[in-house]
Structure formats: C-alpha cells, structure tokens
C-alpha cells in the first residue's frame, strides 16, 4: 500500500449542477398554476420584470371546438362554494338564541369538522376545555347536526347516512337497515338481512337504492380554497381521416415581459452598485426567459411524440390507446427519462376526446394473443374495456372476474385473474357480489 504524501494532478468530467439548470428543471416540473406563483413570486423579488394576466378563454369555452364525440366541457372539473363550510354554518345560527359562551363552543365544533363534515373531537378534552358534561356537549352537537347540509357533524358513515334519512322523514326498512344492520348491509350480506328482518331481497334493493341518494360527504360541496380550472397546455386537433396536429396554448400562462423604466435607468446610473445590481436582476430576467422557452419546447417535443405515438387514440379514441413508455419517449426526444416525467406530470393535453393529463398516454404492455396485430396492448385500453364490460354488464348477474378474463381473451388480451381483480381496485370497481342488483 503507498502511503507517500505528494501534489498530483487529476482530470475528471463532472457535471456541475448550475442555478441556472435547477431554475429550468424547477420551472418544467410546475404545473400552470404552480407556474403562474412561482412568476408572480419572481415578480416581487426583481424589479425588471412585469408580469401580464394570461387569457381567460380557454379553447373549448369560448368557441365551439369539441365535436360530436365529446360535447362535455372538461375544463371545469368541480364547482367550489364561495362560502367555506364554516361561514356556511355559522350564517345559519340563530345568533339571538346563544349566548357568546354558547357561540364559542359552536365555533370550536367546527374547527372540529374535517373536509367531507365529519366531526372529529376528543370529548374529554373537549368536555374539559369548555366546562361541559357530557349530555350538554350532546346538546351541541344535536344543534349543529341540525344544520345543513343533512348529515354534518356525523361522527361516522352509518351516522351521516341516518340523520340524512331522518331528515327526509324516511322511518321505514331503510332506516331499519341503516340503524340496526349498517354493517351487513355494507357488506353486501343482505340474506342475513332477508333473514333477521323477514323481508324479501327486492325491498332490501329499493331500500339499498333510497340510501345511495345519501351523501356519504356532505361537507365536500365546500372548500376554504378558489375555483380551479383544469386548462392544457398542448391542443391537438385532427383532420380529414389521417391528420392529427399539436400546438401549444399559452393561453393560461402569465406573461413574462421586461420593466422597460429601468433600460435608461440602467444604462445610465452613476452608482456603481445601483448599475451591478440591475445587471444582476437583468442576468436573471434572461435565465428566466430562457427557462420558460426551453420549456415550452421541451413539452411540445413530447406532445409532438405522444400525438406520432398514440396516432390511433386521437383518431378513434381511448380504445386506440397503445403501450408507451417513458424510455421510448426519452430515447427519441434525446433527453433523459426524468426529463420527460418532468414534462408531462401535471400537463394537460386537450384532444377531440376531452381533456387528459398527458401522463394517462403512458402505460405498460399487455402481452395479446393475437399474431397479426403488433403483439401487445396498454394497460389503459384494457382498462377500458374492463370498464365497459361492467358498465354494460346484466346487474342481476354481475361479471365474476374470471368470466371477464374470459371474454378478454376471446377479444385477444393476454390477462389473468389476479390482473383484472387489480385493475378493477384501481378503477374503484367492487366486486360481482357487491355489485349485484335484487329486483
């Protein structure tokens, strides 16, 4: 082993990690609206740069774009309350009919409300803190569950949907059922049902359809946050039978523009400082420019390459859909796969068929069985299929998985049991039992 000390030269490539490649990395991961703050913060920090509001009219809302295949305006996903669900209820108080004492306990029960309205105290504390007993604090609690909406302030999904029954004045097998076999009823084991409550499955069915009217969150129609639209960033377009184009929609962007008060003030400034730090911010106003350009192109070179891709879906929509991976996308694109991860997560692609995050057109292989075709079909399209299957499905006698498998091998996928029953979980698909009508 040499252990002699000494001065020696080494050369060795390194990549350097710069300000400048974290801001362009940093900008293409944001999403329009993470994009939007991330500028106006910009804004505040550099004098030199402004910042306009960006166009409101997305295409689709302003013009007629949509055509027959899809006539839903997808750009508007949920409708929020102006009001959160606090001021919600605290407006319908009868303010003349609590004391201050009384309001104060009021407003801490609804700082005790999670986002779906369930309530959510430890009543010790609580009884402690305001100097209850406990039939008092029930006293409470009955008033704000007397609020609307029906079912706030449950402390569980059976309550919620009880006190919704109750407020439709419902005191027949629904309300039975509810109160007395939640848990049976839940899991679908409604011959234990037939057979406690001597009734027969087609009344359990109508009672089991009045109860689906509940909300099982009625707090979730309001939230303490604004209005967001889901607006994209590529639009693609087909024409005549074969045609399909891309562009980008800068259209929910805020636009980045230079201060032009400070040019002469720049150009012409005796303090020396005053010049180094305008040069500064102005070094900066172009890294910034130049990270907002690179990223546009970077996103129009993958939209470009899932449109060349995925030809097939934007022609005969999501049944189209083929396998495509990030890697593919990364080696003809010439940039990493992280990039192009990068480019799509939180990026949306308008199409002739909705909207779509541009991530959804990535998706593993499914081996097919069928020789004349390329040999393999996405995990998408036979989600879809599985969708459509049970969509269509007689409800009396639900699809089992196995014969879903079945009639997708008939159609030529090479699946297995245990692939549909995960499949179906994503999908938030129960299973056949759960799913059975009785009528």
Same mark, same amino acid.
């Given at each position: ?107 801490? #029960? !609804? ?10 105290? /430890?009543?010790? *504390? %609580? +009884?402690?803190? @305001? ?116 562009? #980008? !929609? ?10 032009? /008060?400070?040019? *002469? %003030? +720049?150009?012409? @400034? ?170």
């Amino acid at each position: 082993m040499n252990l002699n000390t000494g001065l020696w030269q080494k050369q060795q490539l390194k990549l350097q990690m710069t300000q400048e490649l974290k801001q362009a990395i940093t900008i293409l991961q944001y999403s329009t609206l993470e994009l939007n703050a991330f500028l106006e913060t910009k804004a505040l920090e550099n004098p030199l740069i402004q910042i306009e509001d960006p166009i409101t009219d997305i295409p689709g809302r302003g013009e007629s774009y949509y055509d027959d295949k899809n006539e839903t305006d997808f750009t508007e996903f949920l409708s929020v309350s102006e009001k959160t669900l606090e001021e919600h209820l605290f407006l319908q108080l009868d303010l003349k009919s609590f004391s201050s004492i009384e309001l104060k306990i009021m407003k801490d #029960l !609804f700082h005790s409300l999670d986002e779906n309205g369930y309530l959510h105290i /430890e009543t010790e *504390d %609580f +009884l402690s803190r @305001h100097d209850l007993q406990s039939s008092q604090l029930q006293y409470y609690i009955d008033s704000l569950q007397e609020l609307e909406p029906a079912g706030i302030g449950a402390r569980t999904l059976q309550e919620c949907i009880f006190l919704q029954l109750m407020r439709k004045k419902e005191t027949g097998l629904a309300r039975r059922i509810v109160e007395e076999h939640f848990d049976d009823f839940a899991a679908k084991k409604w011959k234990v049902i037939v057979k406690e409550l001597e009734v027969d499955l087609k009344e359990i069915q109508k009672a089991a359809d009045l109860i689906r009217q509940c909300n099982p969150r009625p707090g979730a129609l309001y939230s303490d946050g604004p209005s967001h639209y889901i607006a994209p960033e590529l639009v693609v377009k087909t024409a005549g039978e074969n045609e399909v184009s891309v562009s #980008l !929609f800068d259209g929910t962007t805020v636009k980045v523009i230079y201060n032009e /008060e400070y040019k *002469d %003030f +720049l150009e012409h @400034h005796p303090d020396k400082e005053t010049v180094r730090y305008l040069r500064e911010k102005d070094q900066e106003f172009q890294w910034l420019l130049q990270s907002l350009r690179q990223r546009k192109q970077t996103i129009l070179k993958v939209g470009k390459l899932i449109v060349e891709k995925q030809k097939s879906f934007f022609l005969e929509g999501p049944a189209g859909l083929q396998p495509l991976t990030l890697k593919e996308v990364a080696d003809e694109a010439g940039v990493h796969e992280s990039t192009v991860s990068r480019a799509v997560k939180g990026k949306y692609m308008q199409t002739p068929y909705g909207i779509y995050e541009m991530k959804y057109f990535f998706s593993a292989a499914i081996k097919t069985l069928n020789s004349e075709d390329s040999g393999a079909a996405s995990s998408t399209a036979i989600k879809n299929e599985l969708q459509r299957l049970v969509d269509e499905e007689d409800k009396k006698k639900p699809l089992s998985d196995q014969k879903i498998v079945n009639m997708l091998i008939d159609k030529g996928f090479d699946v297995s049991r245990r692939t549909i029953a995960k499949y179906r979980d994503q999908l938030g698909i129960s299973s056949s039992t759960m799913r059975k009508r009785y009528e």
